[in-house]
């Protein structure tokens, strides 16, 4: 019989494993300040990480990309946009259900595009570990962000009706033949993760049983920590004049030590283990600031003349799931041998994607935000705490059960927005937590981090506060404060400008209680909303106006 100390010993390790739920409020660090953090990021870069997420898969499609993204491991989001380096338009388009083989779980979804139709690949359980095994879903339209109906689960045992464990499935098509490629166990007993392989007769079906493509037990850099069990794991396709390669992920995504390993197809047939090689060195590995990273897809710009690398890394180096999406240039030897180099160091100005497109302007706007414009601003946070619904923006909004969650000074930033002299209102009001909220004035370099962006922050307090700071990237500087006399903590429209050095906000119900402040060193950029903290405010409109 279990005692109540071995229960809670149980479900320490399953958060420590990211198996149960995580209700842990823990910020992700601050990234180093850049040399020039003190001014705004010119026009044509960006800073890392672009978003919350794991295990990223993207690919070109429709003129711009579709990223795949588990929605709090109970669902499957897609998202579409037209750079590499924003997700762009977000839309949950399966939800698991609550109970069954396929309930929880859900992991590492891959959209591709096969025989003129979508399909997503992906693996769930039935809250156990032990259950997973790989689905598929079919689109019902030709919409990547429409309805889809379930297939599986997919056959991956050594026979046939008998499914194992198995994860991250992905597909490679070679001289006309179609593959699958997946993370499995050898079986059911057997924790220790190998790369296998089996012939796919229609992209819902495999064709044959499986066969072991590589084990983790070639290199000392493949197995998980001091321990000596070993993981094969996230396969990711790689072609590049005419060799084709196999990205993979080892040692443990829970662990800083997380890297990306490397087999090239050196024979006719990738069903002959023989045919693959396995480089004696990881291709990707960490550093002291950018860690566990893995899971990396590899693609071209908008241009098509760059390649880049999308992958995901930890937030701290506790044993956990928490991680944030970076993307980064790569490039390749006179002989066609990818170079991944070092991961990039979070907050640190990149160019932009050659090709990606500019469209800055300071025309006057209005948004309705209880009309879902979401196609039209860039969300800063975790998926978890960001709502669009019929009242409007949900920032901060804690899910029921919350998975791996983190909060991050959740925001939302206008896209394609140029600003200088500028006045910003936003109808808000405050639902839970005694932190600000408000509106973001001249912000550039947004990235995932509560203080991730260069700008300004105007903010109302529910206990009748208005703020002013501004945020370099890495920290924070109080402007100034002001307590306001007569104002409950309902909802309230804030009113926010930026004229030269000259900041100011007020509340529109009390116009001659405005908070002022002087500071000169961010001359232009968006405007956006933000909380922080703990804080769940809800935004149902927002205006800029230039002066």
């Keep these: 019989m279990r005692t109540e100390s071995m229960r809670r010993g149980v479900g320490r390790l399953l958060r420590a494993t990211g198996l149960r739920r995580d209700d842990s409020t823990v910020e992700p660090p601050a990234a180093p300040a850049a040399a020039d953090a003190s001014r705004s990021l010119p026009a044509g870069f960006f800073v890392n990480p672009i978003a919350e997420g794991a295990d990223p898969y993207v690919i070109r499609a429709e003129s711009g990309y579709l990223w795949s993204q588990t929605d709090g491991d109970r669902g499957i989001a897609i998202a579409r946009s037209d750079r590499l380096t924003s997700l762009g338009e977000r839309r949950t388009v399966w939800r698991a259900p609550d109970q069954g083989p396929y309930s929880r779980q859900?992991?590492?979804?891959?959209?591709?595009?096969?025989?003129?139709?979508?399909?997503?690949?992906?693996?769930?359980?039935?809250?156990?570990?032990?259950?997973?095994?790989?689905?598929?879903?079919?689109?019902?339209?030709?919409?990547?962000?429409?309805?889809?109906?379930?297939?599986?689960?997919?056959?991956?045992?050594?026979?046939?009706?008998?499914?194992?464990?198995?994860?991250?499935?992905?597909?490679?098509?070679?001289?006309?033949?179609?593959?699958?490629?997946?993370?499995?166990?050898?079986?059911?007993?057997?924790?220790?993760?190998?790369?296998?392989?089996?012939?796919?007769?229609?992209?819902?079906?495999?064709?044959?049983?499986?066969?072991?493509?590589?084990?983790?037990?070639?290199?000392?850099?493949?197995?998980?920590?001091?321990?000596?069990?070993?993981?094969?794991?996230?396969?990711?396709?790689?072609?590049?004049?005419?060799?084709?390669?196999?990205?993979?992920?080892?040692?443990?995504?829970?662990?800083?030590?997380?890297?990306?390993?490397?087999?090239?197809?050196?024979?006719?047939?990738?069903?002959?283990?023989?045919?693959?090689?396995k480089h004696p060195e990881p291709l990707f590995t960490g550093t002291e600031e950018t860690f566990g990273v893995g899971h990396g897809s590899c693609l071209t710009s908008p241009d098509g003349s760059q390649w880049w690398l999308a992958y995901h890394a930890k937030i701290n180096r506790r044993t956990n799931f928490k991680r944030v999406l970076h993307v980064q240039p790569m490039s390749w030897t006179a002989d066609g041998m990818p170079v991944l180099g070092r991961p990039v160091t979070a907050g640190t100005p990149l160019r932009l994607p050659a090709g990606t497109p500019l469209r800055s302007t300071a025309a006057a706007a209005a948004w309705d935000l209880r009309t879902d414009p979401r196609g039209e601003f860039d969300y800063f946070g975790q998926q978890q705490f960001v709502q669009w619904s019929s009242d409007g923006l949900h920032l901060g909004r804690a899910p029921d059960a919350p998975i791996n969650a983190f909060r991050a000074g959740e925001k939302v930033v206008a896209r394609d927005r140029d600003h200088a002299d500028v006045r910003v209102s936003a109808t808000v009001r405050i639902i839970s937590g005694d932190r600000a909220a408000g509106v973001l004035l001249r912000v550039t370099g947004p990235a995932v981090g509560v203080n991730a962006q260069r700008g300004y922050f105007a903010g109302w307090q529910p206990r009748g506060r208005l703020v002013l700071a501004r945020t370099d990237g890495s920290a924070v500087e109080l402007l100034s404060t002001l307590d306001t006399a007569g104002l409950d903590a309902g909802e309230q429209t804030l009113v926010a400008q930026a004229r030269g050095a000259a900041l100011s906000v007020h509340v529109a119900a009390a116009p001659d209680q405005r908070l002022e402040a002087h500071d000169d060193d961010y001359a232009r950029g968006s405007v956006g909303l933000r909380v922080v903290g703990v804080t769940h405010a809800l935004f149902s409109h927002l205006e800029v106006l230039p002066l």
């Design 106 to 277: 859900v992991w590492a979804p891959e959209l591709h595009r096969l025989d003129g139709r979508w399909y997503i690949y992906f693996a769930a359980s039935d809250r156990n570990n032990a259950g997973h095994r790989a689905y598929v879903l079919a689109a019902d339209s030709d919409d990547p962000l429409g309805e889809y109906t379930l297939h599986g689960p997919m056959e991956t045992g050594d026979t046939v009706g008998a499914p194992e464990w198995a994860i991250d499935m992905t597909v490679l098509e070679h001289r006309d033949r179609r593959y699958a490629i997946w993370s499995g166990w050898p079986d059911r007993r057997t924790e220790v993760q190998h790369l296998y392989i089996a012939p796919m007769s229609s992209p819902t079906t495999l064709g044959a049983t499986r066969i072991v493509l590589s084990r983790p037990t070639d290199y000392e850099w493949e197995r998980v920590g001091v321990r000596r069990e070993g993981l094969n794991e996230a396969p990711q396709v790689l072609e590049h004049a005419r060799r084709t390669f196999l990205l993979f992920s080892c040692s443990s995504a829970l662990l800083p030590s997380y890297k990306l390993g490397l087999l090239e197809l050196i024979g006719d047939d990738p069903l002959e283990p023989g045919a693959w090689h």
